[in-house]
């Protein structure tokens, strides 16, 4: 039997899909490129914009015409949000919503020749305590552990899922559920995992990963500490966190010296508080910016490497007026100066407060509007590495060849290259900038 695995959207997705196509290998599957001719194909779907959507159906639709025959299974987001209407698609076998993830290996292998454990071949041993063991055990089913494998140097751990803000534009509470994370003992014992297989970088990944402990009671800066002890792991990033939950101790336990690097991506979304306090946003500018100010003065020491901040913004959202996109514009380039921006136009997601508004922004501002970020990104990142240039910094060199060179990011995300040398791959190299 063969399978093939598809995803869009963001890390989390591919840390799901990674596990599934674990699950599979387990149970003697082989995995074959989305391309080839499959007994089963599985769709890990986005649903953040309308292009993501139109994207998901036509990977069912190309999976069913490469063979009519196979089975086709879609989860991830678009698969709760529109599970009955992706049922009317020709070939689709099983939608999986957002509760249904820890089902998608056993359902399917069921489907093809009554198979129906797969809490084993998640990777999934609920043993961290004994006495809650059928609590502990619906809420992995619930939350569905998870990494990626696919890369030789980094993986990215799902450490949360879900989401309790209901922000007015977005469709993730719907589709992911509540806040809800895994208990610290398993993600330990997956950092194990992910460690014997030689990895050597670990990105902690969440829909809001900072709301960590929703579900156990523990915080999220007791899981940064039980991870910085597991053996084998050199380095920790934190994909994403809302700037509100970066507290002043978690800053001050990471600058001790830690594993966890000078690397933080901080959703911004905009840089209007008329607009943040519209669609729901928990903060304000100036509370962003207190908390960047903090992380530089905490982290940034004379001669060491500079904190990288990446952060998102959407422009587009109803009412942003040239006045106010000039406030997003003119806060990211004079008061925070970040390292890259991560720029989204805003669409419209049926069924979020957002959509109803008043004033919404034509596509060709958006459009417009994205360009003049994305050329304020080339230059901020631009100056941020050379702001860096001459200090020493530690590179972890990846397997990737390209024009007989190979490339590695430093601690502070910063891409290098050098002449090919197989015997760095996968090695930590002390450099200067």
Known sequence: MKVALTTLGCKLNYAETSTYERGFVAHGLEVVPWSAVADVYVINTCAVTETAEKKSRNLMRRAHKTNPDALVIVTGCYAELKKEKLYDIEGVSRVFGASEKSLVVSETLSMLSGAKDSFASLGMTNDCHPEEVEDRRRDLVDTLPAYSSGERTRSFLKVQDGCNNFCAYCTVPYARGRSRNIPICELVKQAEQIAAKGIREVVLTGVNTGDFGRTTGESFLDLLKALDAVDGIDRYRISSIEPNLITEEIVDWIASGTKFQRHFHIPLQSG????????????????????????????????????FFGIDVIVGLPGETEELFLETYNFLKDRIKPAFLHVFPYSKRPGTRAAVMPDQVQDSVKTDRVARLEALSDDLHAAFVAANKGLPERVLWESSVKGGMMFGYTGNYIRVEKPYDPALVNTLENIFI
């Not at 729901?280 to 060491?304: H, K, N, V, W």
């Open 272 to 307: 209007s508080d008329t607009l943040l306090k519209k669609v729901g946003r928990r903060y304000d500018t100036a509370l962003f910016a207190s908390r960047i100010d903090y992380i530089r003065q905490a982290m940034e020491r004379p001669g060491e490497p500079k904190v």
